[in-house]
């Protein structure tokens, strides 16, 4: 649901946050500017953030900073530990996976799609049970996925035909240039809802800020939800368009 200012403003006690897109660039440090926003707005808001990847990779390109991590779309939650100065585990959800029937299924698209020519493996294979299709490989160049598809018009007529190979999985048009794979029953909406149930937040006292918004973007199942969605489409902005909370 998109954020309405004249109506749910004054409402929020909780702050979720997508990380890359959102905070930063793409799997890059998280900005000193970025860093003066959250501190700002933690003393009022409890903040969370709800990301693609694992907890701990998230709170390494954050610079360790102080906030609690549901990571894998749901499958883990850590909570930042201030005595330690690192995360505390809650929980680590592990789903199987047929990797050869996976292995198998990437070749098969990317042979359809063209994509034959790639660094490093075929498909990355999460501990989780997550799944990884690296159009440009596992071992790709940083500079190489971020221009492959930013604006997910290569990737998202392909969608509709990797998920109907992919039935038991939720596919998302994620990053620059792949495909991301969830069990059935983790995706960003239902994490956060099962996040409120367990801490007492209603729906309506929540704000998601997030950028991948659109046709299988990882935060679309937030945006089509109840949960009040603020939408960012340049990280930059990130900071100007926190201020109407503070």
Do not use: W
């Amino acid at each position: 649901m998109l954020f309405d200012p004249a109506l749910q403003k004054n409402k929020f006690r909780l702050l979720a946050f997508d990380l890359d897109g959102t905070l930063t660039q793409h799997k890059s440090p998280l900005e000193d500017e970025a860093r003066r926003t959250l501190d700002a707005l933690g003393k009022k808001y409890k903040l969370l953030m709800v990301g693609a990847g694992r907890c701990e990779r998230i709170f390494s390109q954050m610079g360790g900073y102080p906030i609690d991590i549901i990571g894998n779309y749901g499958m883990e939650f850590s909570e930042y530990d201030p005595s330690s100065g690192g995360l505390r585990e809650v929980f680590s959800h592990i789903a199987p996976c047929e990797r050869e029937t996976m292995e198998a299924r990437i070749t098969a698209l990317r042979e359809q799609f063209g994509f034959t020519e790639f660094a490093g493996d075929n498909v990355e294979f999460h501990a989780s049970g997550c799944v990884t299709f690296p159009i440009l490989g596992t071992k790709a160049q940083l500079a190489d996925k971020l221009v492959f598809d930013p604006d997910r018009s290569r990737r998202r007529p392909l969608l509709p035909i990797v998920q109907a190979a992919n039935p038991e999985y939720n596919v998302f048009v994620g990053g620059t240039s792949s495909f991301d794979m969830t069990p059935r029953e983790y995706d960003k909406y239902q994490a956060l809802d099962r996040y409120c149930k367990e801490y007492g937040y209603a729906h309506d006292e929540v704000l998601f800020v997030g950028d991948d918004f659109g046709a299988g973007g990882n935060d679309e199942a937030v945006y089509v939800s109840d949960i009040a969605f603020l939408p960012i489409t340049d990280y930059r902005t990130f900071p100007e368009f926190m201020k109407q909370f503070l």
